[in-house]
Antibody, heavy 117, light 109 residues
Framework: QVQLQESGPGLVKPSETLSLTCFFS????????FNWIRQPPGKGLEWIGY???????KYNPSLKSRVTISLDTSKNQFSLTLTSVTAADTAIYYC???????????WGQGTRVTVSS | EIVLTQSPDTLSLSPGERATLSCRAS???????LAWYQQKVGQPPRLIIY???TRATGIPDRFIGSGSGAAFALAINRLEPEDFAVYYC??????????FGPGTKVEVK
């Protein structure tokens, strides 16, 4: 099973850029889709987007204009950048892998991000 | 855009009872891309069912997924204490990506 660990600042100011990184191990990089998913406090799950090993990406249409996901194969990590954040972006951010069947089979523990001045 | 609706919002049951959770799509969907997750407080979600009815690795056989078209269900037979959690359904569609339902909380009565 893939091991995933998110890292990044827990506090971001409104209008600034949120940047998170997910380190993974136990995965053959050319097998998985690497995803970001978030969960606002007390609410449900929202898929943000994914990157495939070939660099192709797909984003949630509702976030597409503000999201970039990148992959660093040399460091076994992938990253999320979300620009122009507001309080509505406050959430636990999870990284997750998708191997097959269009489901998320491994998850990180999540990292809490608060948007506040 | 496909929207997933789950019912009920909360299910209050006792250990040993059977739980039946519903997930409805706003239009007919391909069952092969319908999944269920379990999430406990303070933990990430865990994949329970994929392809509408296939149990993920290590999931006990008391979890049963079913359905087709726009109506899907997750049944949990003989609830164990560790089964009390929030359950989300999820669907993948090529143009919009992944969508989650709002969740059903299974709580101890």
């Amino acid at each position: 099973q893939v091991q995933l660990q998110e890292s990044g600042p827990g506090l971001v100011k409104p209008s600034e850029t949120l940047s998170l990184t997910c380190f993974f191990s136990g995965a053959s990089i050319d097998t998985f889709y690497f995803n970001w998913i978030r969960q606002p406090p007390g609410k449900g799950l929202e898929w943000i987007g994914y990157i495939y090993y070939d660099g192709s990406t797909k984003y949630n249409p509702s976030l597409k204009s503000r999201v970039t996901i990148s992959l660093d194969t040399s460091k076994n990590q992938f990253s999320l950048t979300l620009t122009s954040v507001t309080a509505a972006d406050t959430a636990i951010y999870y990284c997750a892998t998708e191997l097959a069947y269009r489901v998320f089979d491994s998850w990180g523990q999540g990292t809490r991000v608060t948007v506040s001045s | 855009e496909i929207v997933l609706t789950q019912s009920p919002d909360t299910l209050s049951l006792s250990p040993g009872e059977r739980a039946t959770l519903s997930c409805r799509a706003s239009q007919s969907v391909a069952g092969g891309y319908l999944a269920w997750y379990q999430q406990k407080v303070g933990q990430p979600p865990r994949l329970i069912i994929y392809g509408a009815s296939t149990r993920a690795t290590g999931i006990p056989d008391r979890f049963i997924g079913s359905g087709s078209g726009a109506a899907f269900a997750l049944a949990i037979n003989r609830l164990e204490p560790e089964d009390f959690a929030v359950y989300y359904c999820q669907y993948y569609e090529r143009s919009q990506g992944f969508t989650f339902g709002p969740g059903t909380k299974v709580e101890v009565k």
